[in-house]
């Protein structure tokens, strides 16, 4: 066998086993951090980013922290048991990463009153249960802005995972933000009904793009439509993480996921014993959704992509400012007010203009 | 018209790996072997062919890897079910099991890793023919193999002797015994092509289809290639009109979203699946044709009369 | 050189030994694998094998999570004794979980205690409806079982998801796709308090009771033993493989059905995307690994789910990825499956004579 194939191998090997290492050791520590995870580390998309966010923890508060973390766990039965034993284990602070961990979490938060927990992506709170989310909406605004200074077709192909209010919220805020600068622009939308399967959503891609489009959105995990837009000569964006090894000349830029200050924050604050129960919703300004360099682009766009980044992070631009109107033509959104936090959370309608049907 | 070639060129990409995978399977299960582990010799197969690309740089090294590492993994089968008598149905589920971990453990230095997709054949002028050129002549080198393998399978099957002496063993592994074929040897033989093929077709998918390396990439097509593999009746050229069908109709209905087709998209996600089913029911009516396809033996332990 | 050389009888201390050895000999193995990734082996097995259940609450988890693999693999089994082939056990599952869930939410404000047992009725009902269908593929129109069970499969969890993400999600629920909760009248009630062990876990005994009956006192029991192991003769006998094919898709599918009603009904309590973890392909190995026998089943299952309790707990205390826990289960599984052979051969080691008796 290839020599450098084995050396790889050892490598990873050894890799898993060090940082194994590491993390079980720590004992009567301020913070035992434990992280459950919807699908595996090497998915490089939702997981991978909070695991990520994992690892900062260790980095930046040394020994004064550990962490562990179940990877693959199903939303069903066996997450309860899971994040009960993170809380048996002697772990004070757990971060459940899917919202189908949302009632177990909160069932097991009842159950021990001492530890802290924090769900990613619900909204049910307790004394020791808090919420966290991004606002990647406002990212994909950003994305949209250049998406429709960047068509050519004025079609834009956008591969989303399931109906759901984060997709359709991201679909809605992307299209406002390309309307925003080019008014022609209609989009296709095709879903995958799957978060991950590269393959699927490669096509999905491919099928989007023989229809005209020539800038590709994803709303699903992997790289491959990306990878599809940079082979047809499209541009696209990234997802979850930068992508840019994937589509050098076909990224325009990524809505990156990074949860890094955040979690590192909330261990902080066990450390230091301010931690309260919150519902955090962070957008760019905090650090949470980030834009991966601008490239692929003229200069004017690439400003003009800052200069709405910058808007959104100060709060000058609200993705969703009034007036905004459904399909169906009924005022959702009243001139001069933004849209709620729990209106964008329930996000269940197209906004008027778009030219697809959301399934019910 | 100009979505036509595309869109072929995106059905024979969807198709490949399912049809490299069930080509192999097919050998096995005509020599009375069902190794259900397909999903995971693949996954090995594309771990294996995507470290080794990675690393040396060399897509030829890496689709060889990848080859051995299919065919290790059918060794592991082939030791457990036909030199132990282990049930096969359970041992090839073992195997994915097995597969899954093991590529996830290997794979974990190569997650996010990037490399070129595999080059595809260019033939000066002809390559560049309308319509047909970038179809018949335009694609990478796996795809031909997938339609040289089926080819080459079927002449196996039907004219050649070794083809006949595999059926028999599928067919009546007693009688071929006292005929004299040594049928562990065979069935040996036949599940570590089985596994080779597998370990291509999970190449096809880390080295061609999404040159990448993510966990649990193949998503199923191994599940997807062993029913094919009854869908085509034991028959190599329905195992390609089987497997293009899979990829047309998935491929088209992602095609129907994007026009925007009102029905909601589970329905059109379940379309391959039923596709599958109500076309096996129309070809299997005929009872006594697929009887005389169907490897008699198939799952049954052999073992030699003392 | 290894040979195997045939018993004239089957071992019957075998039958019992030899899974014991297999466990032994993954122990060695697995000891070797967490060695090399730098574990102390002996922490390593401790965790995977002890850890889970050296307190009642985890003897009651591993309950709850062998409960669905025991009462899907008893039926599985029927029928591979019979050579039917359903690998869509997973399908069937679902529309289990669809069908009396259907009824959970129909009724979310009842009381009623009829609203249980009617839920019951349905699962069963939608599963073996599910399993019906290949049955009905198969007799009538000579349609391969592996193939639709299996394709079934899919539709089936795509049906659910359209339900959840669609007409059944729960008004009060953001629009996330998840179905209202049952009413209390739609859950089943704990047996021990303080676990999750429910009704579900005892109908799982119960299965396997019945099962073993079935199998050894019943006619059709009689058949399937026959079937199996002859079925050449049982043609000749005039067994009719028909009615054995509907017989077992349709028993198969009930139990995969109630297994998949119990799981909503029980530990998680609303319908949503996800309902299963495969359990209806993992019950497949169980069956095989319990023989075929619905006791060794039982077994098989508790097994099986320790071991998924143990990778999470490798993964929680040592930090071991879960990708060691299905290589450490895809072990387990191979040493436990190629153990049957003791109980039909000796291992003879030397080309001709025997040098050592291992076995």
Redesign the interface.
């Given at each position: 066998m290839n020599a450098s194939l084995v050396k790889r191998t050892l490598a990873a090997v050894a890799a898993v086993g060090a940082l194994a290492t590491g993390m079980g050791a720590a004992q009567a520590e301020d913070v035992k951090a434990g992280f459950i995870y919807v699908g595996p580390i090497g998915d490089h998309g939702w997981s991978y980013r909070h695991d990520i966010g994992r690892q900062a923890i260790e980095a930046e508060l040394g020994d004064a922290a550990s962490t562990s973390y179940v990877e693959s766990v199903p939303e069903g039965a066996d997450a309860e048991r899971v994040i009960r034993q993170m809380a048996q284990t002697g772990h004070n602070l757990i971060f459940t990463t899917s919202f189908g961990f949302m009632n177990p979490t909160e069932k097991v938060a009842k159950q021990f009153p001492n530890v802290k927990f924090e769900h990613a992506t619900g909204y049910k709170r307790a004394d020791n249960l808090s919420t966290y989310a991004a606002r990647f909406y406002e990212g994909r605004y950003v994305a949209g802005v250049i998406a429709g200074k960047m068509t050519k077709s004025n079609i834009v192909g956008y591969v989303g995972s399931f109906p759901i209010p984060e997709v359709v919220r991201g679909i809605n805020s992307f299209m406002l933000g390309a309307w925003s600068v080019n008014p022609d622009v209609q989009v296709k939308v095709v879903w995958a009904n799957t978060w991950y399967d590269p393959g699927k959503e490669g096509d999905a891609a491919k099928a989007l793009i023989d229809q005209g489009a020539d800038i590709m959105v994803q709303h699903t995990d992997s790289p491959a439509p990306l990878q599809v837009a940079e082979n047809r000569g499209v541009l696209g964006f990234g997802q979850a993480s930068d992508m840019i090894k994937f589509a050098p000349k076909a990224q325009l830029t990524a809505i990156v996921d990074n949860w890094d200050k955040y979690y590192v924050s909330r261990a902080k604050a066990v450390m230091d014993g301010t931690w309260e129960s919150q519902d955090t919703w962070g957008g760019i300004d905090s650090g949470m959704v980030e834009l991966a360099p601008y490239t692929n682009m003229p200069d004017d766009v690439k400003a003009l992509a800052e200069e709405t980044e910058a808007k959104i992070a100060s709060g000058e631009i609200h993705p969703f400012a009034g007036p905004i109107y459904d399909q169906a033509g009924e005022l959702r959104i009243k001139e001069g007010e933004d849209a709620t936090d729990e209106m964008l959370l329930g996000m269940d309608w197209y906004i008027k203009g778009i030219d697809a049907e959301l399934p019910k | 018209m100009e979505?036509i070639v595309?869109?072929i060129l995106?059905v024979i990409?969807?198709s490949t790996?399912l049809l490299l995978a069930a080509s192999g399977e097919l050998i096995t299960e005509k020599s009375g072997v069902l190794n259900?582990g397909v999903e995971g010799m693949m996954l090995v197969g594309a771990i294996?062919g995507f470290?080794?690309t990675a690393?040396?740089g060399s897509a030829s090294?890496g689709i060889l890897?990848a080859v051995?590492a299919g065919t290790l993994m059918s060794l592991?089968f082939a030791f457990?079910t036909l030199?132990?008598?282990?049930?096969q149905?359970?041992?090839g589920?073992?195997?994915t099991?097995?597969?899954?971990?093991?590529?996830?453990?290997?794979?974990?230095?190569?997650?996010?890793?990037?490399i070129d997709?595999l080059p595809a054949l260019s033939i000066p002028g002809i390559s560049a023919i309308p319509i047909i050129g970038p179809i018949l002549f335009g694609q990478d080198f796996l795809v031909y193999l997938s339609i040289a393998a089926v080819i080459g399978i079927a002449w196996f099957l039907s004219k050649s002797r070794a083809g006949l002496i595999l059926k028999a063993v599928g067919d009546s592994h007693h009688s071929a015994h006292a005929i004299g074929y040594s049928v562990i040897k065979i069935r040996y033989l036949a599940t570590m092509f089985g596994g080779a093929m597998a370990g291509l077709g999970g190449a096809y998918?880390s080295l061609s289809?999404?040159?990448?390396w993510?966990?649990?990439?193949t998503?199923?097509?191994g599940?997807i290639a062993?029913?094919l593999v009854?869908?085509a009746t034991w028959r190599p050229g329905r195992l390609v009109a089987g497997a293009y069908m899979f990829g047309l109709i998935?491929?088209m209905q992602?095609?129907a979203?994007?026009?925007?087709i009102?029905v909601?998209?589970?329905?059109m996600?379940?379309l391959p699946?039923?596709a599958?089913?109500i076309v096996?029911?129309i070809i299997?009516?005929d009872?006594a044709k697929?009887r005389l396809n169907a490897p008699a033996c198939i799952g049954q332990a052999f073992?030699a009369a003392? | 050189m290894v040979r195997l050389e045939p018993r004239r009888q089957h071992s019957q201390a075998m039958v019992y030994l030899s899974p014991v050895l297999a466990i032994l000999m993954t122990l060695v193995v697995g000891g070797i694998i967490f060695a090399f990734m730098g574990k102390n082996p002996f922490d390593a097995l401790y965790t995977f094998f002890i850890l889970p259940i050296n307190n009642s609450y985890g003897i009651s988890e591993l309950f709850v999570k062998a409960t669905p693999l025991v009462i899907i693999a008893v039926g599985l089994a029927m029928g591979f004794r019979a050579n039917v082939w359903n690998i869509g056990a997973e399908g069937q599952l679902t529309m289990g979980a669809i069908f009396g869930g259907g009824l959970a939410l129909y009724f979310h404000d009842s009381e009623s205690v009829l609203l249980l047992p009617a839920m019951f009725v349905l699962g069963a009902l939608g599963g073996a409806f599910w399993g019906a269908i290949p049955a009905l593929l198969r007799t009538r129109f000579n349609a391969n079982e592996i193939l639709t069970s299996l394709m079934l499969t899919y539709v089936a969890t795509l049906f659910l998801s359209f339900l959840v993400h669609g007409p059944w999600r729960n008004p009060e629920g953001f629009n996330f796709p998840e179905s209202r909760p049952f009413p209390d009248a739609g859950l089943l009630p704990i047996i021990f308090e303080g676990s999750r062990v429910h009704l579900g876990t005892a109908v799982a005994v119960f299965v396997v009771i019945a099962g073993w009956l079935l199998l050894s006192k019943s006619v059709i029991g009689f058949q399937l033993r026959v079937v199996g192991k002859a079925p050449q003769a049982a043609r000749h006998v005039g067994f009719r493989q028909k009615r054995m094919v509907w017989f077992t898709l349709l028993l198969g599918g009930a139990l995969a059905g109630l297994a998949g009603l119990f799981e909503v009904s029980g530990p998680i309590g609303q319908l949503q995307p996800s309902i299963s973890p495969g359990y209806g392909f993992t019950a497949i190995i169980v069956a095989f690994l319990g023989r075929l026998h619905p006791v060794g089943i039982l077994f098989g299952g508790l097994i099986m789910a320790l071991t998924y309790l143990g990778g999470e707990l490798a993964q929680i205390t040592l930090g071991l990825p879960n990708a060691v826990t299905g290589l450490f289960q895809g072990i387990l599984l191979f040493f436990l499956l190629a153990s049957d052979v003791l109980t039909k051969y000796r291992i003879r080691f030397g080309s001709i004579a025997a040098k050592g008796r291992t076995a």
């Open positions: - | 979505w595309p869109f995106t990409t969807a790996p259900l294996a470290a080794v690393s040396s090294l890897a051995a592991i457990l030199t132990l008598m282990a049930n149905v359970a041992t589920l073992a195997l099991i097995f597969g899954v971990g093991f590529s996830a453990l290997v794979g974990s230095g190569f997650v996010g890793f990037a997709p998918l289809y999404t040159p990448m993510a966990e649990n990439m998503a199923g097509r599940w062993l029913a009854v869908f998935s491929v992602l095609h979203q994007g026009a925007g009102h909601p998209s589970q329905f996600s379940m699946y039923l599958t089913v096996l029911v299997s009516s009872r697929i073992r003392q | -």
